[in-house]
């Protein structure tokens, strides 16, 4: 299983309402991966067009501004390495 790109955090799309990141796909669509499960440890965002994905670069912690963002908060506080 190998992945179309590495995406930073960062780069991509969050939108609050659906608390999804996204990204634009080469085909059109776009990338998409659900903030709680990168919670969980999920770091793959896949396409539901083409079925490409990429691999999102992201540290728990950077979670937490997304949530407050949104304006919600994560299915367990988030400890913050010192
Ligand atoms: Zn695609």
New binding site residues.
Partial sequence: MSTYDQVEIEDMMFDTSTQTFSYP???????QIYIDDMFDGENIAV?P????MIEVIFEKEDLQEYYEEAGSQPPEPIAVAA
């Fill in positions: 796909c080469p085909c059109g669509d776009k990338f396409c067009s083409c079925s490409l």
